[in-house]
């Protein structure tokens, strides 16, 4: 599929398949180094996830876990 086919093609997915698209996007141009993934305007659900977890994190700074509780838990679950 050409460049032109898969530009012409975009606007007729669905909301949910062109977030998917632009997720797999900006996988690769984190691969690649490049910067313009900043450009990756967050929606607005995102943004209120984020603020959530923001002011739970100032409340209570100690109520998560460790990267490294995080790291070993989620290889404990590929393991299985």
């Given amino acids: 599929m050409s460049k032109a086919e898969i530009l012409a ?27 313009w993934l900043d450009t990756c305007e967050l929606n607005e659900a995102d943004k209120a996830l984020l603020e959530t977890r923001l002011a739970d994190y100032e409340n209570d700074p100690n109520a998560g876990s460790s990267w490294e509780e995080v790291e070993a838990s989620v290889r404990a679950r590929l393991k299985s």
Wanted: hydrophobic share 25%.
């Fill in 9 to 35: 093609e975009l606007p007729r997915l669905q909301p949910e398949e062109r977030h998917e698209v632009l997720e797999k996007i900006c996988q690769l141009d984190r691969l690649t180094g490049n910067e």
